[in-house]
């Protein structure tokens, strides 16, 4: 199922041209070696790139596993690093959003450098599922409830398309993948500690809620998909209104049509 949906989910992009070069984010674990192998597969002009954040005593490890794999398999391989705990103190910000941040400066570099047409990451239906509980519990708006798009794009540039091809599939369906084909992958320990909220939401809230609901991690899936359809409404019917209420605007002022803007339907 890994192979055929990634297959359906990149033959449904049709400004994908199989020549052409994609980027994709490589830690090393199991999600990202599973589509690096199907991507290969597929006939995808593939560069790996991989983003050491310097938070575990073995990243190096798994940053020169993905190298040697990548040399071993003629695919071509960029490598970045940041120290972002101290990058984080610095900012005073959260390490996993500081971390997350880096890494995607990281790869739009990459994608910029090679003239990638899309920018690939391996998250998988488990992922949206812990982001979207991860959002409600922060007090997220629709926006935030809505989780990832299998189509995106980078938030600091929107030139770079952002690919999720294993966004509906469930990380069980990837790592019976990975053992049926044994493709080596690297386990990462932190996943396994509670300290960050994602892990906590993976290892104690998701299994609780699922002694309520088994199919809680599809009932959210779901429901996101619905509110990004409610989502794209609210934006299109923005987009109208405002063609009908504004006069002129500038870089820091907008000149509306009261008249207009009082007539407008305030649900």
């Known amino acids: 199922m890994v192979r055929q949906e990634v297959e359906r989910v990149l033959g449904e992009q049709k400004w994908l041209k199989?020549?052409?070069?994609?980027?994709?984010g490589v830690s090393g674990g199991a999600d990202s070696m599973a589509?690096?192998?199907v991507l290969l597969d597929l006939g995808w002009k593939v560069h790996c790139a991989h983003f050491d954040h310097q938070l575990r005593p073995e990243s190096g490890d798994d940053a020169r596993f993905v190298r040697d794999y990548c040399a071993t398999h003629a695919i071509p391989f960029h490598f970045g690093t940041s120290n972002v705990a101290a990058q984080a103190a610095d900012e005073r910000?959260?390490?996993?959003?500081?971390?997350?941040?880096?890494?995607?400066?990281?790869?739009?570099e990459v994608c910029r450098s090679v003239k990638a047409q899309a920018l690939l990451t391996a998250h998988n239906a488990d992922d949206q599922?812990?982001?979207i509980l991860m959002h409600f519990l922060r007090g997220s708006g629709l926006q935030g409830l809505t989780g990832m798009r299998v189509l995106g794009s980078l938030p600091f540039d929107q030139d770079i398309p952002l690919l999720r091809p294993l966004l509906t599939t469930p990380r069980a369906e990837v790592l019976a993948f990975i053992e049926e084909y044994a493709i080596p992958f690297r386990q990462d320990q932190s996943n396994l500690e509670n300290k960050y909220l994602r892990n906590r939401l993976r290892l104690e809230l998701l299994p609780e809620l699922e002694s309520y609901n088994p199919g809680v991690r599809e009932t959210l899936r779901r429901n996101a998909l619905a509110m990004q359809a409610d989502l794209d409404y609210l934006e299109t019917e923005t987009i109208s209104a405002m063609k009908a209420v504004g006069k002129a605007a500038d870089d820091e002022h907008i000149l509306l049509d009261?008249?207009?803007l009082r007539v407008l339907d305030l649900q």
């Open 129 to 131: 599922a812990e982001t």
């Open 258 to 260: 009261s008249q207009n």
């Open 35 to 37: 589509l690096l192998n």
């Open 93 to 108: 910000k959260g390490i996993e959003e500081t971390a997350r941040l880096a890494r995607y400066q990281f790869l739009a």
């Open 18 to 24: 199989k020549g052409q070069p994609l980027v994709l």
